[in-house]
């Protein structure tokens, strides 16, 4: 099976549609222009299939080149036969290729090849194929002490070790114990002895067994970073190991090599060599390697879950082009106020000390209805940090008192805010701006244009995953990049206002020319034809093909240019016009008439008609902006802490990051709840992203609030009533009662959410306990 054939198989399509879009990748197209824009060549691959098929080619194209490799190093050693070439043509991963390439690999001198040299391979062959003989008088035959072989021992350990080595180095035999390993074998964890205090947060794992197949992604990162920390030993267990008789593993080798306990003279010394192959050579290589595949396992799902949460913040509502007040929440420091207008420029700044310790209320609020007044703002963004509660009382006081200036406050995440404040981007932007207030500049714009904003910050920083520093920061970059590119193409950019961040994620283009373009529009003003940016440095067809489809100019001189309708299509809205007999401003936006073409009388050569059902779809909606309706929650007056809590209150709350085991909610008492998996829906929720997003509004039930933890659960069964769980209890035999398989199984792991100003709550023991002890019968 060839390449394109492979990559048509896994992707489920047509081996064509492979072919067309590996073309595109390979002429230097890039997803997100092939998905919108190239429809017809690949009938119709969307993004998250040609990510995909992007991943995977660089994959099988590594593997082939590997191929080569093995073949012509095992070609030179002249022991390529015609079954091993066949079998390496068909090895269909690096693990299997590697394995079938072992017994060829160049290696240091072993034991095994010092023993062939000194002429015993007979000797280990010999006792293999007839058992029959007696070991210790087979030996004597191959003892030669010129050859280092002083006596019939020496001759059986050489043996040993040949026998041992070809073992290990059996392709089939590895296939076969690496599958049986991951299926049955089991993780014991134990707590390194003298660091139960220093590791308190592992302890649900100091004693814990759990099947390698069964552990999930959230678990498995927290056991490898108490590994880490030094605070777990992690152990691989197969079978039972008091039971009597070789282990599972070693029987599996005996097997493979036909050696049985018949009773015949060279049983027991074969038995034997195939224990010590399991024990020395097998196991402890099969042993990092399945704990290997279990952390990939576990990072592609943490880094998957994070791609999808920060898609979803990503895409949030925008409250759009008003002006706007940020307010960087603090106490002691005070608040850090920044007001931007309906481009998001900044136009001022200000600190207040409106809480303890200074408790200049009135005084603040003088200062900000006059920064409000004079700037005409319509919005109030407040981040969700330190005094936030206190900051959004003051906020509420100031619009009862001024009702006039017509103001809407909102809460807003300032995950990564501190970031951007420090990073070297924010100090270009705002050179003459003191660090603490350039994170109230980013919050006040994350509320305008949430995707503007935040791909100013690098994405493993906002926070919205589970262990992003515990995974591959390679893979991690690469998936939530190519996230952040989809995004930005989706939504488009309009040219004339955009920051050389948000510029460097469109399709085609880079930092440099984000930077070009910025600078032309600097010296020359705004563009008002996309034909323009051809005069950018370093911007040539190529590249304008790329990107013209994905960057707008709202009032430009043609009116497509606002639209997603890519310039090389303009011709064919030109036929449209033609045929139909109007005229372009009575085609935008008249849905009633575009619902009358018929798309595939338009249809040719080039734009087949999927490109034509888009275009009409376009002029219907020029422009429109995929994102949601701007949507807020209301949090309950009076709830400003742990302490108001109440069992049974119902709340809205805003989902900021969702995790495998459930959701975490702000609902405004600066600690955010948790919502178990189980208790998102009145029905069995296999993945909790089937239910919610980040950024959404919800409305939350209280479960139990543990204020010695600093810990909220929570649930979305508004309906279903709430006895109030006690806190869990110090004696594990007074938890709440648990199904008999998850009996010995911790509940969820220490959770930190890094780089966010906002701590997390620990989804721990007591949370999933609430949760599941709500559950019905």
């Not at 290990?168 to 114990?177: D, K, P, V, W, Y």
């Not at 900021?656 to 709840?673: E, K, L, P, S, Y």
């Amino acid at each position: 099976m060839n390449l394109m054939q492979s990559l048509a198989r896994e992707l489920a399509v047509q081996e064509r549609q492979i072919e067309a879009a590996v073309a595109l990748l390979d002429s230097g197209a890039t997803v997100p222009f092939i998905a919108r824009y190239r429809k017809e060549v690949t009938d119709g691959l969307d993004d998250t299939q040609l990510r995909l098929l992007e991943e995977r080619l660089s994959y099988l194209r590594e593997l082939e080149d590997r191929r080569g490799v093995i073949l012509a190093s095992i070609r030179e050693q002249n022991q390529l036969s015609a079954e091993l070439e066949t079998a390496l043509l068909a090895a269909d991963t690096k693990t299997r290729l590697e394995d079938l390439y072992l017994p060829y690999k160049p290696k240091r001198r072993t034991k095994a090849q010092i023993a062939r040299e000194a002429g015993l391979a007979p000797l280990a062959h010999g006792l293999l194929n007839d058992p029959a003989q007696t070991p210790e008088q087979a030996a004597t035959a191959f003892v030669n002490a010129e050859r280092g072989v002083p006596d019939a021992k020496a001759a059986l350990d050489g043996a040993r070790q040949i026998l041992m080595e070809e073992f290990a180095e059996n392709a089939e035999l590895l296939a076969q114990l690496r599958e049986y390993l991951w299926d049955n074998a089991v993780l014991h964890a134990q707590g390194v002895e003298g660091k139960a205090e220093e590791g308190a947060k592992f302890r649900d794992y100091f004693d814990y067994r759990e099947a390698f197949r069964q552990i999930p992604s959230h678990r498995a990162l927290a056991l490898f970073r108490g590994r880490n920390e030094g605070v777990l030993q992690l152990t691989l267990e197969l079978g039972d190991p008091a039971a009597p008789g070789p282990d599972p593993g070693e029987r599996r080798v005996a097997a493979h090599f036909q050696i049985r306990d018949e009773g015949r003279p060279a049983a027991a010394w074969l038995r034997e060599t195939a224990r010590w192959t399991w024990k020395v050579k097998l196991l402890p290589h099969l042993d990092t390697e399945i704990k290997q595949r279990l952390r990939e396992a576990a990072e592609e799902e943490a880094i998957r879950v994070f791609a999808h949460n920060l898609r979803d913040l990503l895409l949030a509502a925008p409250a759009g082009a008003r002006p706007t007040l940020g307010l960087d929440p603090g106490l002691r420091t005070g608040v850090k106020v920044a007001v931007v207008d309906a481009t998001g420029k900044l136009v001022e700044t200000a600190t207040i000390y409106p809480h303890v310790p200074r408790n200049q209320w009135d005084a603040s609020l003088h200062t900000l209805a006059e920064l409000c007044r004079r700037h005409k703002v319509e919005l109030i963004s407040i981040g969700n940090g330190t005094a936030s509660r206190e900051t959004d009382r003051l906020a509420t006081e100031l619009m009862q008192r001024h009702p006039e200036l017509r103001l809407h406050k909102l809460v807003v995440s300032e995950a990564g805010a501190s970031v951007y404040s420090a990073s070297e981007l924010a100090a270009r932007e705002f050179p003459e701006v003191d660090v603490s207030l350039r994170g109230a500049v980013s919050i006040a714009r994350r509320l305008q244009d949430p995707l503007a904003e935040l791909v100013k910050i690098e994405p493993k920083a906002i926070g919205v995953g589970q262990y992003q520093h515990d995974v591959s920061q390679t893979r991690l970059a690469r998936m939530l990049d190519a996230v952040v590119e989809d995004c930005v193409n989706a939504v488009g950019v309009d040219v004339n206002t955009a920051s050389v961040p948000l510029l460097a994620r469109v399709a085609g283009l880079n930092a440099t020319l984000a930077r070009n373009i910025v600078e032309f529009r600097d010296a020359n003003g705004s563009f008002r034809r996309r034909e323009q940016l051809l005069k950018v440095a370093r911007l040539g067809d190529k590249t304008f093909e790329q990107a013209a489809g994905f960057l707008r100019i709202a009032n430009g001189d043609h009116p497509l240019d606002r639209s997603a309708v890519h310039p090389e299509a303009y011709p064919l809205i030109e036929r449209i016009l033609a045929a139909s007999g109007r005229g372009l401003h009575e085609v935008l936006g008249n849905a009633a008439f575009l619902k009358t073409l018929e798309p595939a009388r338009f249809t040719d050569d080039r734009f087949g008609l999927p490109t034509v059902r888009d275009i009409l779809a376009e002029l219907e909606k020029p422009g429109r902006d995929p994102r949601p309706e701007f949507k807020t929650a209301a949090f309950k007056d009076g709830v400003e802490k742990l302490a108001d809590l109440q069992t049974g209150m119902v709340l809205e709350g805003v989902i900021t990051n969702v995790a495998n085991f459930g959701a975490f909610v702000d609902i405004g008492v600066h600690q955010d709840g948790l919502v178990h998996i189980s208790a998102l829906a009145d029905r069995f929720v296999k993945d909790p992203r089937e239910v919610v997003k980040v950024g959404q509004v919800v409305k939350v039930k209280v479960l139990e609030v543990d204020l010695k933890r600093q810990r909220v659960a929570l649930t979305m069964k508004l309906n279903e009533a709430v006895t109030g769980a006690p806190t869990r209890p110090a004696d594990p035999a007074q938890r709440p009662a648990t199904r008999p398989e998850q009996r010995n199984r911790p509940k969820e792991p220490p959770f930190r959410r890094e780089n966010q100003e906002k701590s997390a709550p620990q989804p721990s023991a007591l949370a999933e306990a609430f949760a599941r002890a709500q559950r019905k019968p």
